[in-house]
C-alpha cells in the first residue's frame, strides 16, 4: 500500500506570494491533517478534514486554509506569505477521526516551504 | 490552556535505558500517543495509550497515569539509529478530536 504523498517536497516563494500544497492519503483513508513544524515549536495543528469537510482547525490565522476533495486528497493553501511561514508542512491521514486520536495517524514526508 | 511539556533533550549510551517524560495539562484529555522523528523524516507512531499502565512494544514501552497527567517513553537497549526527536501528543476531545504535540525530546545515543 502506498504511503502518504506530498508535492511539492521543497518550494521557495517570496514574501507576499501564495503558496498551495498537495497531499495524497493512503488508499481507504478518509482523514487528513496538517500540522506545521518549526525547530523549537514542535508539530502544530493546523486543520483536519474528512469527508471533504473541515472537523478541527487549530489556531492559525485565517490566511491559512485548505480543503479536501472526493477522493480524500487534499491541498492546503498560505495567502500573502510572511518570512515566519518557513516551515515544515506535514500531511497525516488516518482511517477517520477517532484513528488518529489513537495513534493511528501515517505522516507524508512534508513540504519544506522556505519565504524570503 | 492546553499544555505539554517534556525536556528538549537527552542523551545515553548505547546499549542502555533511558526515560522521556511528558506531563501534561488538557481538558477533555482522551490518549497519550508517542512518535518518532528522525532529521529529515516523517513522524511515525510508536505507541498509544488511553488507559493507565504500561504498554509495550518490543524495546519501546509507553507508561500513562492519567490521575498524575504524565506519561513516560521507555526505550531499552538503545542503538544508535533511535537516535532521533521523540513527540508525545496528546488527543483531546470535546465531540470531535484534535491532536497536541509536545514540541519533542532529542535523544542522542553515543557509541
Known amino acids: 500500500k502506498a504511503g502518504v504523498t506530498q508535492t511539492p517536497r521543497y518550494l521557495i516563494k517570496t514574501r507576499g506570494q501564495q503558496v498551495t500544497l498537495s497531499c495524497s492519503p493512503i488508499s481507504g483513508h478518509r482523514s487528513v491533517s496538517w500540522y506545521q513544524q518549526t525547530p523549537g515549536q514542535g508539530l502544530q495543528f493546523l486543520f483536519e478534514?474528512?469527508?471533504?469537510?473541515?472537523?478541527n482547525k487549530g489556531n492559525f490565522p485565517g490566511r491559512f486554509s485548505g480543503r479536501q476533495f472526493s477522493n480524500s486528497r487534499s491541498e492546503m493553501n498560505v495567502s500573502t506569505l510572511e518570512l515566519g511561514d518557513s516551515a515544515l508542512y506535514l500531511c497525516?491521514?488516518?482511517?477517520?477521526?477517532?484513528?488518529?486520536?489513537?495513534?493511528?495517524?501515517?505522516f507524508g514526508p512534508g513540504t519544506r516551504l522556505t519565504v524570503l | 490552556g492546553q499544555s505539554l511539556e517534556q525536556p528538549s533533550e537527552v542523551t545515553a549510551v548505547e546499549g542502555a535505558i533511558v526515560q522521556i517524560n511528558c506531563t501534561y495539562q488538557t481538558s477533555g484529555f482522551y490518549g497519550l500517543s508517542w512518535y518518532q522523528q528522525h532529521d529529515g523524516g516523517a513522524p511515525t507512531f510508536l505507541s498509544y495509550n488511553a488507559l493507565d499502565g504500561l504498554e509495550e512494544t518490543g524495546r519501546f514501552s509507553s507508561f500513562l497515569s492519567r490521575s498524575d497527567s504524565y506519561g513516560y517513553l521507555l526505550l531499552q537497549e538503545l542503538q544508535m539509529k533511535d537516535s532521533a526527536s521523540y513527540f508525545c501528543?496528546?488527543?483531546?476531545?470535546?465531540?470531535?478530536?484534535?491532536?497536541?504535540f509536545g514540541t519533542g525530546t532529542r535523544l542522542k545515543v553515543l557509541a
Open positions: 478534514y474528512f469527508s471533504e469537510t473541515q472537523r
Open positions: 497525516a491521514s488516518s482511517l477517520d477521526s477517532r484513528a488518529s486520536g489513537e495513534g493511528g495517524q501515517f
Open positions: 501528543a496528546v488527543t483531546i476531545t470535546s465531540g470531535t478530536y484534535k491532536y497536541i
